[in-house]
């Protein structure tokens, strides 16, 4: 500010030596320079507009968590205003209601607006809208269906964001996760702010961490500099070199080259190095407690045999074990436990049975870390270190509920053992299947030793009612009518809770009971993780879930089995799954803690791709296989619902 008096101070002595006319004109330019100056230095700023007071009015109440009354505002707006601005108020109180997740007074809206009325940008977010309720309703080909109509995303107001998530969510709901990973992929290119972007690369790391090492490897069709073959990519590397860190960069390295500017590489990789330096240290001993002495002894056996197998494979620096036999009494765990930690455990594998563990559950404290072998079934804070793996029936229960949703079927009828095994089951599946928008209509119960299942499958079925209603008729008319039983037409699908031997039998009772056109879905227990396809063709079109270690034909589950073979051939036949269970639980004790880091989240193991929950329960997402030809036969991510019986039986 000093400078400028001075130059005015020379400009007026060097004007002051000229003529009068030419000072004068002088004086006038400088003048005008001067406010040329001064709005130059000092320009107003324009005003922002002000913010439409419905808008902000709404926005209030979003801050303040009310959904409802921002969207009411719009609504209220709605009934006074001139009749072309009454939709897009009502679609502006729509999308708040969805932030809400608010469905069934969204449901309302959108069905007070008629699609026919609406312009081309008013079309897109009302197929947005609606997209949003097929997802919450769990109806993801609906949901891609309504999508599907807008044709160019990128005009949308947010350049298609919201529209590339719905897809991605739709993807992951049928268990495409490929799919969901390539939307998700088309979204980060959207994304500027770098939470959001590192959030939704998390979300293409959790898509892509579902799918297996062979998939991953099969799937990659793009070469570098492919995005998505890079994703692919990266989490295979990271995968396999999670136990070494030096290896892992000199892998890094390379797909840096091969992948120069991948988005990753300014967002999640960062991250997820930052995670690797919080890595602990391993347990140098692991105290392994099982009951290898009484009635569960074999299957100790097989859990031990497998424990051992990833010792002797294990590429980090191998702990001490030591196996501990706490027999079948639940009441001595408590000593044994204390025992192993006195001897130096640092971790302690096990114990197996419910029993045991409800004892270490009732403990006040845990001083060691423990990984129990068994699920107890019941709510725990998880304050305790004690972490639960096992092969829970009820888990596998409720991934059945959510493929038989994914693919579309909300009508169940269930054929369970009438056992209390059976029902527990039954519960979880029924449970869950509820909580997707699903029903149980009906339940046939058999009795495991039976060879004849016409009774609960008719009684599922509801062919009693038609023959009640054929006998009804004839006494009516006192005559005999030709009659073919009708069964109930609103089931959609099957929910089958058997092992082998029956399932060999129930699977053509259905068919010779009219039913042969109902999918069936099943757990693992139809399988005895044995081909042998002379019998099990009886079996052909039931879907069922099962472990990596059983359905897998190649890549390393298969190599696993195959050393298990040369190793134990006479246990090979028995105990694969409990084997597998031991092989995992071996795998993942250095890794429990990192489990609950985004970066590391999931563990590809022999027992199903695994993952925790805060209460320190060990989860297994399985894989899917459909029976052909007597012949397990793997579904790939590619693959969308299961085929129709008739599309794959030879001609």
Known sequence: MHKRPYLITIASYKLSKLPEFVYRLYSLLFVAVLAITACTTAPERPQPPAEDPLAHAARVNVERGDYLAAAQLYLNESKTAPEKQRIPLRLSAAEYLAEGQLWEQMAQVLDSIDPGRLDPLQQNRYQLLDAQRALAGHQPDVALQLLQKISNPESLPDHGQRYYQLRAEAYAMTGNALEAARQLIWLD???EDQQQKLDNQYRIWKQLSTLSDVSLQQLRTSP???P????????????????????????????RSRYPGHSAETALLPDILNQVARFGARAKQIAILLPLSGRTGESAAAIRDGIMAAYYQDELETPELRFYDTGGNPQSIGSVYQQAVEDGAEF???????????????SAQLPVAVLALNQTGEEHAGELPLYHFGLAPEDE???VAERTINDGHRQVIALVPDTGWGQRVLTAFQEQLSSLGGEVLETGRYT???????????AALNLDTSKNRHR??????GQKLEYEPRRRQDAEAVFLLAFPKQARQIKPQLRFHHAGDIPVYSTSHVFSATSTASIDRDMDGLLFCDIPWVLDDEGPWADQREKLRSAWPGRN?????????????????PWLDTLSMPGFASFPGATGILTLDQRKQVHRALEWAQFREGIPQKFTSREGHHEPEEDWQPR
Do not use: C
């Open 189 to 191: 290119g959207l994304l």
């Open 224 to 226: 570098p500099p492919d």
């Open 228 to 255: 998505l073959s890079g994703w692919m990519e990266l989490v295979l590397i990271t995968r396999q070199n999670r136990t070494n860190r030096q290896q892992w960069a000199v892998e890094l390295d390379s797909w």
């Open 348 to 362: 302690v594998l096990g114990p197996l049975l419910k029993d045991s563990i409800q004892q270490l559950e009732q």
């Open 397 to 399: 229960a409720r991934q």
């Open 448 to 458: 495991p030793s039976s060879a004849d299942f016409k009774a609960p499958i008719q």
């Open 472 to 477: 009804s008729l004839q006494r009516l008319l």
């Open 573 to 589: 036949q028995h105990h694969q799954r409990l084997f597998a269970l031991g092989f995992d639980a071996y795998q993942v004790i």
